[in-house]
């Protein structure tokens, strides 16, 4: 049976949520702004599953809108109650770099008691390449969840600013390897004479994985 609007919009308004959730990732094969109208109204669907996916798919779909995407997906991060879709909002905003949400992702993050959702919203200001988000990754450093402050690590070498250098730095001896090989990715950023240094001490890390990434650091 071949995918129409018109059978993609007959499971999007089935009582049965698991049909919902199918017609909501059917319209990857429509053309985008149809899909892209006819995925809105699953954005404030009841069931947290069809809003995850919505909302997820809008890191593509907002192409066709991004003034109503911006719209769409700040309503999610703010107001939706489930940090599943609230950290899906934050990555879709960071995929379609919507800096113009930049202040909201940081009043959630101060606000929100959930590490999944500080953790995207971290990763988020790395992939949005905005620079008031230096002064808040510094910050997130000092989280007490590791999945945190390893997010933090990568999206400051994402955001280029040198000032990052000497936070990044001390890391290298961090004694959880992954944070060690996210430390030698946020390297590949810089070019100075410590972080050449500080890559080379990695390059011959116990575990091979980071070793193999600060040898690729090295040679970028």
């Known amino acids: 049976m071949s995918i129409t609007p018109e059978s993609v919009q007959a499971l999007l308004n089935s009582e049965d949520f698991g049909q919902r959730l199918s017609g909501v990732n059917q319209l990857r094969q429509l053309d985008p702004k149809q899909a892209f109208a006819m995925i809105q ?28 995407a911006l719209e769409i997906l700040r309503r999610s991060l703010l107001e939706d109650p489930e940090a599943d879709v609230q950290a899906a909002a934050a990555d879709s905003l960071a995929a379609l770099r919507l800096t113009d949400a930049y202040s909201d992702l940081e009043t959630i993050y101060r606000r929100t008691p959930e590490w999944l959702v500080k953790f995207s919203i971290v990763a988020a200001l790395g992939e949005l390449g905005d620079p008031r988000g230096f002064e808040l990754l510094v910050e997130a450093l000092e989280s007490e969840t590791e999945l945190v402050k390893t997010a933090a690590i990568g999206a400051l070498g994402e955001l280029g600013d040198p000032r990052a250098i000497p936070l990044i730095l001390p890391q290298i001896s961090n004694a959880d390897w992954q944070i060690r090989h996210r430390v030698a990715q946020a390297l590949s950023h810089f070019d100075s004479p410590e972080v050449k240094e500080a890559l080379a001490t990695l390059a011959q890390d116990d575990v091979e994985a980071v070793a193999l990434q600060a040898q690729g650091s090295l040679q970028q």
């Open 41 to 68: 109204p699953a954005i404030a669907d009841k069931n947290v599953r069809v809003r995850y996916a919505a909302v997820s798919q809008i890191s593509t779909l907002g192409e066709q809108d991004r003034t109503a």
